[in-house]
């Protein structure tokens, strides 16, 4: 059967932004923020709140987010809801427009922050035909495009989606790693105190290597007691160990663990051979399965959201966790030495490891949260604890 033609595809009215998916599917709607056209994955984040922390989070690179959650953007921006200097998701799908933000921390709407950062919005979309879509069929790759004069090329951005080489394979970390080590300062957030200070004295000292880490993490670890020292994806296992390091930390980021776990495993593995604890999340989960030997998939829809429930499998407690992955550590390629210590309860993934003759663990969610519930903020406590 031919293919339908995708410049007779008509454009309702008003029309200033568009969804164009791989599969030649379109859905009109309104533009926002910057004008332009972004090529990704679309995946949906099920989050109620937190839309900035999910765009500045450097795992979303490469990737337009679709929130279900319908009101996007009523407490507008401000500087400090962050886990990264910029936005890192491409765009954001939602279905409302976005309203003037009511709340007193509000600093911006969230049309300026997305235009100041060059990111594309688009509202008036189904997000929940668009979610049902990819739940069914997976995370498509697409465009999306806001012209405020509402022209379209939608042939060109059919062609842009389709050109778009996929999620799979590709290494993102060292575009979105820092350049040069440095230290890390601040704990956790508090209303009326903002982000405070670490604790005095003598801290252990934890070396966090930066594959597109989240700002939280680093206060979680500051406010279970760490110093954190933070260095760029390729740093070399000398590198690390001129710091001094009590504990090594693999961090969350964007892309193929495979492809990143070319340059990165190695470097796990004469860390791991030094009897160091390690923690690692996300991607720096699925890192140190890879430097054990483990093996790595896409997941088909993958887990975005900010009340997944997790078995722990030490004592049967669940906890609500926050999420962000579209790969996931294969459960059957562990080796001996590594035990599964947490399991997701929505489609029985694996959710956490760790090593039986090294200390070292990881999970796939994320204890730092922003956004989501603190129900995992031991697991910082945990391996602060065992630098002491
Ligand atoms: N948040 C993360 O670290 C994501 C890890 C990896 N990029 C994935 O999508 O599975």
Not at 208 to 223: E, M, P
Request: aromatic residues 8%.
């Amino acid at each position: 059967m031919a293919e339908p033609d995708i410049s007779r595809v008509p454009q309702p009215e008003g029309a200033t932004g568009v969804l164009v998916l791989a599969n030649g599917e379109v859905a009109w709607g309104r533009g926002f923020g910057a004008a332009g056209a972004a090529v990704g994955e679309v995946c949906f984040h099920t989050a109620m709140t937190g839309y900035q922390e999910i765009m500045t989070d450097p795992s979303f690179a490469g990737q337009i987010i679709t929130f279900t959650f319908p009101h996007i953007g009523n407490v507008g921006a401000n500087p400090d809801d962050v886990e990264a200097d910029d936005p890192h998701a491409l765009g954001m799908i939602v279905r409302e427009d976005p309203t003037a933000p009511s709340n007193f921390r509000a600093m911006e709407n969230l049309d300026g922050w997305m235009k100041r950062h060059t990111r594309i919005g688009l509202a008036g979309i189904d997000t929940r035909a668009l979610t049902r879509r990819i739940r069914t069929g997976g995370a498509p790759n697409g465009v999306v495009a806001h012209s405020p004069d509402g022209t379209f090329d939608l042939p060109a951005l059919l062609a842009m989606a389709r050109g778009w080489p996929g999620l799979e394979g590709m290494d993102l970390a060292r575009q979105v790693t820092r350049e040069t080590h440095g230290t890390w300062e601040g704990g956790i957030w508090r209303l009326g105190f903002g982000y405070g200070a670490g604790e005095g004295g003598a801290r252990p000292h934890v070396v966090a290597i930066d594959y597109g880490s989240k700002h939280n993490i680093f206060r979680n670890l500051v406010q279970a007691g760490a110093k954190v020292s933070v260095v760029p994806a390729e740093a070399t296992f000398d590198q690390i160990m001129a710091l001094a390091p009590d504990g090594i930390f693999l961090s969350n980021g964007p892309g193929d663990p495979a492809a990143t776990g070319e340059y990165a495993v190695p470097v796990i593995r004469q860390l791991l051979d030094t009897g160091k604890p390690l923690f690692g999340i996300c991607l720096g989960h699925q890192l140190l399965g890879l430097a054990v030997g483990a093996k790595t998939t896409k997941m088909f829809q993958g887990h975005r959201g900010a009340n997944h429930p997790v078995k722990r499998l030490s004592d049967g407690a669940v906890e609500i966790t926050s999420m962000n992955h579209g790969f996931a550590v294969e459960r059957e390629s562990l080796p001996a030495n590594a035990r599964e210590t947490h399991v997701s309860l929505f489609d029985g993934s694996n959710a956490g490891l760790e090593l039986t003759d090294r200390p070292a663990f990881s999970v796939q969610y994320h204890p730092e949260a922003s956004p989501g519930p603190q129900d995992s903020f031991y697991l910082f406590e945990r391996f602060v604890g065992a630098l002491r």
